[in-house]
């Protein structure tokens, strides 16, 4: 079975500094894709970030990066110069054995 | 634009109703899902289809019925809609190698009164 924890419920940042989102998850496969998800209110689900596990090198987009740590199975999000516009739900998601697992997601606000 | 598409993005119905959430994708991605999001924002997945003609339920038991005649079409169909069926029901598409990630419509929102 596949787990993943989002720890935390609700964060808030101002705009222009930083956070981190932390997720972690546990999998029994060797071969699986971790994802971090964006949901803005009433708005579609996009996908933010994607890391291979295999891969040891952090993910990077943009403003966006990761923290993968496989041995601690940890994979937090970072969010650079924080805008109004990062306003939303996060999930963090895991992809192994054909199925993608969500965690309960973190709720970012952004202070003006 | 490949896109994934849902209608309606909202719809509020009497209890005892038949309903149909459609999902349309122009990307010719074979695996499609359904998932239904509570009011938590917690989301479950409920079916699943790998191809014309395969349809699976999920880990959430749902009363929902889907169907796959079509590779852009995945329909979810409810025969008699109650106040329990309320929820966000949100449809994906995937490339054969899921860890791609998967494209998601911009979801229904259903109230059943």
């Known amino acids: 079975a596949q787990t993943v924890t989002q720890s935390q419920p609700e964060m808030s940042v101002q705009e222009a500094e930083t956070v981190t989102l932390s997720c972690t998850y546990d999998?029994?496969?060797?071969?699986?894709?971790l994802f971090w998800y964006k949901q803005p209110p009433s708005r579609q689900m996009i996908l933010v970030i994607r890391?291979?596990?295999?891969?040891?090198q952090n993910a990077t987009e943009n403003r966006f990066s990761v923290n993968f740590q496989k041995a601690a199975k940890s994979f937090s999000l970072k969010i650079s110069d924080s805008q109004l516009g990062d306003a939303a739900m996060y999930f963090c998601?895991?992809?192994?054995?054909?199925?993608?697992?969500f965690g309960t997601g973190t709720r970012l606000t952004i202070i003006p | 634009e490949a896109d994934i598409y849902q209608t309606p993005r909202y719809l509020v119905i009497g209890t005892g109703k038949k309903i149909t959430l459609e999902c349309s994708q122009t990307?010719?991605?074979?695996?499609m899902y359904w998932y239904q999001q509570d009011p938590g924002m917690e989301l479950h997945l409920i079916h699943y289809s790998y191809g014309v003609n395969s349809t699976e339920k999920g880990d959430l038991s749902s009363e929902s019925t889907v169907s796959r005649i079509r590779t852009e079409h995945f329909p979810l169909t409810l025969e008699s809609a109650r106040p329990s069926h309320t929820s966000q029901y949100l449809c994906?598409?995937?490339?054969?190698?899921?860890?791609?990630?998967?494209?998601f419509g911009s979801g229904t929102r259903l109230t059943v009164v």
């Open positions: 990307m010719g991605h074979d695996k």
């Open positions: 998601a895991c992809f192994g054995n054909e199925k993608l697992t």
């Open positions: 999998t029994s496969e060797s071969d699986y894709y």
């Open positions: 890391q291979e596990a295999y891969k040891q």
């Open positions: 994906a598409s995937s490339e054969p190698r899921g860890g791609y990630g998967y494209t």
